[in-house]
């Protein structure tokens, strides 16, 4: 159970990130989200939240922004006292061939994916080193471990991630704090759903346990990770795929 934790999910206005949000909450955390824009998306996530009863708060911020995301950490200690738990799930995808794709496609991708979870990392480790505990579940990808054409950018910035996992893992180990990745793979959400369906399909006969995956399905991984019985778990990816990669 996760009561008196407080936990900071980005990207929880939509898809696997509000599921995230959902399922900490009902394991007893309080949830406090960020999302990019996307207000009416935002309010439907805090009223599921109402729902559960679960104390929470959405915060309009970009992770990409070194400035903004340091004032974010700030206003959430404000507001909930800390922060026990920390998934950076916010991302965003512009595919292109690697010889079409431009410089703001690559950029706008790491900064977000990659950059985003740094910036988060960076502002929250503090606090967690303060009360030497802490948990830290970064949502990577299956691209990033396999690669994808279309997605040099994403399969990049995804790859950092588990590079940056397993190097925050080493440093803040000693301390309690454990730092984690999940990789999805197909998901229903709206990312997959603007995606050609002839790669879907294509992907879905890929797939030992045949169909595409819900947000649930990462979200209960990503609560597993961040539970008491996670504690001796640290640096590793846990790929939630129907078995694509293995
Ligand atoms: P969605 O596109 O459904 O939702 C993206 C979320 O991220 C939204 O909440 C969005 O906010 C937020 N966001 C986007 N950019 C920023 C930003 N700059 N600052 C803050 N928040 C931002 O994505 P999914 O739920 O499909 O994916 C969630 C994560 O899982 C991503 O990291 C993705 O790469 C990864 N993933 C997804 C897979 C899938 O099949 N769906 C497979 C593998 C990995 P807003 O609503 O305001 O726009």
């Not at 009863?53 to 974010?72: E, N, P, W």
Request: charged share 20%; proline share 2%.
């Amino acid at each position: 159970m996760l009561k008196g934790k407080t936990a900071l999910v980005t990207g929880g206005s939509r898809g696997i990130g509000r599921a995230i949000c959902l399922e900490l909450g009902r394991n007893g955390a309080s949830v406090a989200f960020v999302y990019a824009g996307n207000e009416e998306k935002a309010k439907e996530t805090l009223t599921l939240l109402a729902e559960l009863g679960v104390t929470a708060k959405a915060y309009r911020c970009d992770v990409a922004d070194f400035t903004a995301t340091q004032q974010l950490v700030k206003d959430v200690t404000d507001d909930f006292g800390g922060v026990d738990i920390l998934v950076n799930n916010a991302g965003i995808t512009r595919d292109n061939l690697v010889m079409r794709m431009s410089e703001n496609e690559f950029d706008e991708v790491v900064s977000v994916n990659l950059k985003g979870a740094f910036n988060l990392i960076r502002h929250t480790s503090a606090g967690f080193l303060r009360k030497r505990a802490g948990r830290i579940v970064n949502i990577t990808s299956d691209a990033g471990l396999m690669g994808n054409p279309g997605q040099a950018n994403y399969s990049a910035a995804k790859a950092g991630m588990v590079g940056l996992t397993k190097s925050v893992a080493k440093e803040l180990g000693s301390r309690g704090i454990t730092c984690n990745a999940v990789a999805p793979g197909f998901i229903h959400t709206d990312m997959t759903a603007a995606m050609n369906a002839q790669i879907l399909e294509t992907a879905q006969q890929l797939i030992p346990l045949k169909r595409l995956g819900e947000p649930e399905d990462v979200a209960k991984a990503v609560a597993f990770l961040c539970s008491d019985g996670a504690a001796y778990i640290t640096g590793q990816v846990i790929c939630v795929d129907g078995g694509l990669r293995m």
